[in-house]
Antibody, heavy 117, light 107 residues
Framework: EVQLVESGGGLVQPGGSLRLSCAAS????????MSWVRQAPGKGLEWVAN????????YYIDSVKGRFTISRDNAKNLLYVQMNSLRAEDTAVYYC??????????WGQGTPVTVSS | DIQMTQSPSTLSASVGDRVAITCRAS??????LAWYQQKPGKAPKFLIS???NLESGVPSRFSGSGSGTEFTLTISSLQPDDFATYYC?????????FGQGTKVEIK
């Protein structure tokens, strides 16, 4: 069974940094693209970034380019997103997803990030 | 970016009803359209890819149709477990974009 468990969320001040992790199990992690998708409180879903199986291709939504970095460690079955220069509008639940053909086929439970002073 | 627009935003229906949710893309996305279901406080669940391909384990009362710029998610006979919010997403190009969601509530 595919399991994705996010961690690392919390309260951070504007301009601060946070690194989220996602531990994957139940499948061969290195065979799949992975994504981060977020959901602001009471709002819809927003795709944030994704990364190819070998880590050599990455894509980002414009609003996080230059501030967020997605990465992965295939030896440890871990997905990361390093979030710098955080803004209030980054406040959301962040989901890790295992991708299919451009779709988010499996989702973690999410980790909440609050950017506030 | 490709804009995705869902209608209606809220749909009130009864158990047993046939319901349809529409998703429109701002440009041609061929069949690169997915549907997700989300219940309050839970992660979304993947239902359909490529406009009409039902994910394994998804009940057959769910179906998807359409191509180009207009798509439909249909639930043939609404069940109590189906009251949720539904999102479409284009998976043709980056950035992947979602519709704003359609909440299916009990009438």
């Amino acid at each position: 069974e595919v399991q994705l468990v996010e961690s690392g969320g919390g309260l951070v001040q504007p301009g601060g940094s946070l690194r989220l992790s996602c531990a994957a199990s139940g499948y061969t992690f290195s065979n799949y693209w992975m994504s981060w998708v977020r959901q602001a409180p009471g709002k819809g879903l927003e795709w944030v970034a994704n990364i190819k199986e070998d880590g050599n291709e990455k894509y980002y939504i414009d609003s996080v380019k230059g501030r967020f970095t997605i990465s992965r460690d295939n030896a440890k079955n871990l997905l990361y997103v390093q979030m710098n220069s955080l803004r209030a509008e980054d406040t959301a639940v962040y989901y890790c997803t295992r991708d299919g053909s451009g779709t988010s086929n499996n989702w973690g439970q999410g980790t909440p990030v609050t950017v506030s002073s | 970016d490709i804009q995705m627009t869902q209608s209606p935003s809220t749909l009130s229906a009864s158990v047993g009803d046939r319901v349809a949710i529409t998703c429109r893309a701002s440009e041609n996305i061929n069949i690169w359209l997915a549907w997700y279901q989300q219940k309050p406080g839970k992660a979304p669940k993947f239902l359909i890819s490529r406009a009409s391909n039902l994910e394994s384990g998804v009940p057959s009362r769910f179906s998807g149709s359409g191509s180009g710029t207009e798509f439909t998610l249909t639930i043939s006979s609404l069940q109590p477990d189906d009251f949720a919010t539904y999102y479409c997403q284009q998976h043709k190009s980056y950035p992947r974009t979602f519709g704003q969601g359609t909440k299916v509530e009990i009438k």
